[in-house]
């Protein structure tokens, strides 16, 4: 492209820098503010006089969310039910993907099959009888009402279908001729081809299972078994119930921290995970939604 | 029926590989559907789908609720403006990153304004809480300018409002990335024609660039059109109060305090049900249109 150079076009340049660093300071002040708080004595918060920069530094905020809080075990929670729930899904997301991305005269029904899943996107029960539903197959408060429930998250079946089909038809051929049946084809030779694909649908099963606060909500009735988001609910909404559940020497901690102190350095600490992944997201998710949206 | 069975004898592996989903599928979303039953019924837990059959009675109820209609009227207005400012601040967003010219001074600020989209709305109901209290950052610095305090989230008045904002500004940089990708696919020739003629930026601008992203413009607003009725529970919820439920309650928010807080199974599932119905329409519809004005297909 070729551009002018013009007293205007200057002008604009300087404007639009400063507009977009305004507006990207914008998008991360909070989190440094949060960062400030949390590291600052709890007078000098509750005097207003923590910005961007802590005052009074004490790590007391996270000392008391790795002992005395439920921050921890909350914790655990959440990395055993992103681990399980991205098994899942990943297992489950191939393995329907593979039969789908082929045409009908290969699977029969094919069509059949795809409108019974598409359907689900528009038409559900809603929370209450879904609530019912798990709650009647014994999951209340067991790790499998967090996973079961969004098994298969149809977007990412279409994704999936679409990389497969994008795929070069002759690697599969060869493979049949080979002696290759259906499951070694698509567990030997597809597989490997969909690293790709599979970082992607991965990376949103990834964010989706970790931001989840709601399931741990309505199907975990005992506080103990809440994944971090859940937990970070209930911290949110009455911090001072959150203290008095916990144990070990709190009044010495609670001479230093106050609500929120104790509460940005959690929030903090929860963001660390998507922190470190959401530069390779990036990346994926862009090229997720180009393959999501190609024509099947 | 003989070629059928050998077809399928020929396809087993195919079936099976699809038959953990089909069960999956189908206890966690078809039989929710049959369950959409109790919202005729008075539901007694212990009685399960067998619950006495009341007819219309739920609905009657719900619908007859001074509060229902404007929990609805709530909804829209919310959700409206998020889908307005949803499309045009990220591309205003779009064409002033594209005229940034460093390509790590783009990537800077992409990935900075991308950052909030991947956050939970707990995390930000949090920080939220924080900078827009009373005595958070947010008033100290309008104080500056003689304004406030405000009452972000205590004031019906105010509170739709925060609600609106606050979703842009954290989804803004997932659009921006989107409408980026459709810039840069446009064919850089029909820029240098463009000058031959004599066109300056802003002629470019608007009689090239958005012209070309016109249809994933048109894309992007029909789909959304499919989510009016979700105004965002996981923001709402973790942001209001008692005080606000006037201006702040979604059909969301009310169907989960009625349900599942209140227990009352029937009348949370027929408002829920009201409202897949019309989503139901709304979705089809968006799918429809984006099919027809944007060619774009989710089969």
Known sequence: ?296 | MKSLLFTLRKQWQYHVLLIPAVVVIFIFNYIPLYGLVIAFQRYNPSMGFKSPWVGLDNFIRVFSQPNFVQTIWNTLFIAGFQIIGGIIVPVVFSLLLNEVRKVSAKRVFQTVIYLPYFLSWVILAGVMIDILSRGGIMNTFLSLFDIGPISFLGDPKTFRWTMIVSEIWKSFGFGTVIFLAALTSIDPGLYESAIVDGAKRWKQTWYITIPSIMPIIVLMTILSLGNILNAGFDQIYNLYSPIVYSTGDIIDTYVYRLGIQQAQYSVGTAVGMFKSLIAAFMISMSYYLADRFAGYRVL
């Not at chain 1, 929370?127 to 999951?139: E, R």
């Not at chain 1, 001479?255 to 922190?275: D, H, K, S, W």
């Open chain 1, 1 to 296: 492209m070729v551009y002018f150079r013009s007293p205007a076009r200057t002008a604009f340049v300087v404007f639009n820098t400063i507009f977009l660093s305004l507006t990207a300071i914008a998008c991360i002040i909070p989190f440094i503010h949060l960062l400030a708080i949390s590291f600052s004595g709890s007078s000098a918060v509750a005097a207003g006089r923590v910005v961007f920069w802590p005052v009074d530094f004490t790590i007391v905020s996270y000392e008391f969310a790795f002992r005395g809080g439920k921050f921890l075990p909350a914790l655990w929670v959440s990395i055993w039910r992103v681990l399980l729930g991205v098994i899942v899904n990943l297992v489950l997301i191939v393995i329907t993907a593979y039969p789908l991305s082929k045409n009908k005269d290969k699977v029969f029904g094919r069509n059949i099959y795809m409108m019974y899943f598409v359907v689900t996107i528009i038409i559900n029960g809603g929370l209450i009888p879904t609530y019912i539903v798990v709650t009647k197959l014994g999951l209340l408060n067991s790790i499998w009402a967090l996973v079961l429930p969004g098994a298969l998250p149809i977007f990412s079946m279409i994704i999936m279908m679409n990389f497969m089909r994008g795929l070069p038809e002759e690697i599969e051929q060869a493979a049949m001729i080979d002696g290759a049946g259906v499951f070694a084809t698509l567990f030997r030779v597809m597989l490997p081809l969909l690293t790709p694909a599979l970082a992607t649908v991965g990376l949103f099963s990834v964010v989706n299972h970790w931001n989840d606060w709601f399931s741990g909500l309505i199907y975990m009735q005992d506080s103990k078994n809440y994944p971090l988001q859940t937990y970070l609910h209930t911290l949110i909404i009455n911090f001072e119930e959150v203290i008095r559940m916990a144990q070990g020497d709190t009044a010495k901690i609670l001479a230093y921290m106050n609500v929120r102190t104790g509460r940005a350095a959690q929030l903090f600490l929860a963001t660390i995970p998507i922190l470190m992944v959401y530069p390779f997201i990036q990346k994926y998710f862009t090229t997720g939604l180009v393959l999501g949206s190609v024509k099947g």
